[in-house]
């Protein structure tokens, strides 16, 4: 079993050594926790690859403590981040710029670029401080599974790693991925590749406009096991009548869920439900039950338009 360590100072200088010295250690940042290592170590990079099961091409994100950290992995740095970066830094914004030509090509799945991101998680920075350099972390989760909102679920993902520490640092508090914005284009709009908790309408606000036709396809690892379908809050009702499946409802009112469905109840604030969302994936896939029925939140703008990305990405409609 991968050791759970409470995140003391001790905890966290130990963690750095570790890094240093070439080995992979979890930790959490207020996103999803990540598995990181040195972003200069080849070697240490291809053990997050290996232990993940990562396909190598899909490349990993620069976690910095600062503008001046970024700008060591980063060839191109003009105004439009200046002014991303004093609005969301540190934060749940990762920007795609060229790479220097010192990182390597494991860093960056062999890319011309490379996403970088300062966390906003007390232990994250204590981690980047003690070692002094970018660390790349991919979300701590084996390929193909949910991201990790506690130290417990990193821990049972790699139940048989028992060299790998992971620094608990509680739950995550914003529990949804970064957002990924491409800023490699110096004319054109800003492109987003994967929506977060920094909505389109915040980053509109610093630059004007963002391109969105360019979010990505969902590549494994946002969907439970068990099969999830999204359903209206009007179609709720009509589709738990149908058929003899029991479900397991993830929804903002329980009481409306006839036996014997099983209910997983949602708040209803956008904060709160990106919160638990990956968490009721996971409770819903542990029911056992045949189907997961997601209802759909009642609004899409900015952080629900997120949260409706995922939904989407989890029940496999894109
Ligand atoms: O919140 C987060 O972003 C978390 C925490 C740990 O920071 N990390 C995370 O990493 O979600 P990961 O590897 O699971 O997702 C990173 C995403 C992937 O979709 C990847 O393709 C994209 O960022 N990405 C990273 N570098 C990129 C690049 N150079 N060009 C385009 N996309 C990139
Ligand atoms: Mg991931």
Not at 95 to 118: C, M, S
Not at 271 to 299: C, K
Request: glycine share 8%.
């Amino acid at each position: 079993m991968a050791r759970l360590v409470e995140a003391t100072d001790e905890a966290v200088a130990d963690a750095a050594r570790r890094l240093r010295s070439g080995q992979v250690v979890a930790f959490p940042t207020e996103t999803v926790y990540g598995l990181g290592a040195d972003t200069f170590n080849p070697s240490a990079l291809e053990t997050v690859y290996r232990l993940k099961g990562r396909p190598p091409d899909n490349p990993l994100i620069a976690h910095v403590d600062s503008t001046d950290q970024a700008q060591h992995v980063v060839g191109q740095w003009d105004d439009r981040c200046e002014r991303l970066v004093a609005r969301f830094w540190p934060g749940p914004l990762t920007l795609v710029l060229p790479k220097i030509d010192r990182v390597p090509a494991q860093a960056t799945a062999g890319r011309e670029t490379i996403g970088v991101r300062a966390p906003a998680h007390p232990v994250a920075m204590a981690l980047l401080a003690r070692f002094g350099g970018p660390i790349s972390a991919p979300s701590a989760n084996r390929s193909g599974h949910l991201s990790p909102t506690t130290a417990a679920h990193v821990a049972e993902a790699f139940a048989d790693e028992p060299d790998l520490i992971v620094l608990d640092g509680g739950r995550c508090e914003l529990g949804l991925e970064s957002t990924v914005l491409d800023v490699t284009t110096p004319s054109g709009p800003a492109r987003l590749l994967r929506p977060g908790s920094v909505s389109v309408e915040d980053l509109r606000e610093v630059l004007g406009e963002i391109d969105c036709s360019t979010v990505g396809p969902s590549p494994p690892g946002y969907a439970p096991s068990t099969p999830a379908e999204l359903v209206g809050a009007d179609d709720l009702d009509e589709r738990l009548r149908q058929g003899t499946d029991q479900f397991v409802v993830i929804c903002f009112d329980p009481a409306r869920v006839p036996s014997p469905h099983q209910t997983i109840a949602m708040p209803s604030s956008a904060q709160a439900y990106a919160a638990r969302l990956y968490e009721s994936l996971r409770e819903a896939d542990a029911a056992g039950a045949g189907r997961i029925i997601i209802e759909e939140p009642p609004r899409s703008d900015g952080l629900w338009a997120t949260i409706r990305d995922r939904l989407r990405r989890a029940t496999g409609c894109q």
